[in-house]
């Protein structure tokens, strides 16, 4: 189910299958785009499979240490080999996908004009309603025009309800 979604996007990546089973399909050792400087590398994914009435559903995905790489080209960010899953030229609103996602120590380099800042997410739940985690940016320095900061930290925490993300927490600044 995993190895098909990938290969139907024609997303170019690796992976390998740890196991399949009719309630859950593991693959390990994912990397997406150029393994040189993959834009995104996944230790191991475990899919559940829900079995109903009309037959077998995507379930929770749990994603093991997922690292992204995220740099800002033409004023927005680049996922690289994923940029057509994600900029689909739809004209309909953008809307989170609807999958029940758990996600264990992920982490992502955003970079661009304005410096590099380091994240670092873990939660689960529902992505249009009921995910639930921590998300945790550091970025030593940034620069927008004139006004830099340096030493920034956002720590708090991250909820979706009703397709609406919320965050709590406190920005702090070494400098301004």
């Known amino acids: 189910l995993i190895a098909g979604q990938i290969e139907q996007a024609g997303v170019p990546g690796t992976y390998r299958v740890?196991?399949?089973?009719?309630?859950?399909?593991?693959?390990?050792?994912?990397?997406?785009?150029?393994?040189e400087?993959?834009?995104?590398?996944?230790?191991?994914?475990?899919?559940d499979i829900d079995l109903g009435w009309t037959g077998p559903a995507l379930g929770r995905i749990t994603l093991y240490r997922p690292r992204l790489r995220a740099p800002l080209r033409d004023g927005r960010l680049s996922f690289g080999s994923l940029d057509p899953l994600v900029y689909t030229g739809s004209?309909?609103?953008?809307?989170?996908?609807?999958?029940?996602?758990?996600?264990?120590?992920g982490r992502a380099l955003v970079s661009g004009p304005f410096g590099a800042a380091g994240l670092k997410l873990e939660g689960e739940g529902a992505?249009?309603?009921?995910?639930?985690?921590?998300?945790?940016i550091a970025a030593p320095g940034v620069r927008l025009g004139d006004?830099?900061?340096?030493?920034?930290?956002?720590?708090?925490?991250?909820s979706v309800g009703r397709e609406r993300p919320r965050f709590s927490g406190p920005l702090r600044l070494r400098g301004l």
Do not use: N
Request: net charge neutral; hydrophobic share 45%.
């Open 18 to 35: 740890e196991s399949i089973g009719a309630r859950r399909q593991v693959l390990r050792d994912i990397v997406v785009g150029d393994p």
């Open 91 to 105: 004209k309909e609103p953008f809307r989170l996908p609807d999958l029940d996602l758990a996600i264990r120590d």
């Open 127 to 136: 992505l249009r309603d009921g995910f639930a985690g921590i998300v945790a």
């Open 37 to 47: 400087r993959p834009d995104l590398t996944i230790a191991r994914v475990e899919a």
């Open 147 to 158: 006004c830099a900061a340096s030493r920034a930290t956002l720590y708090g925490a991250l």
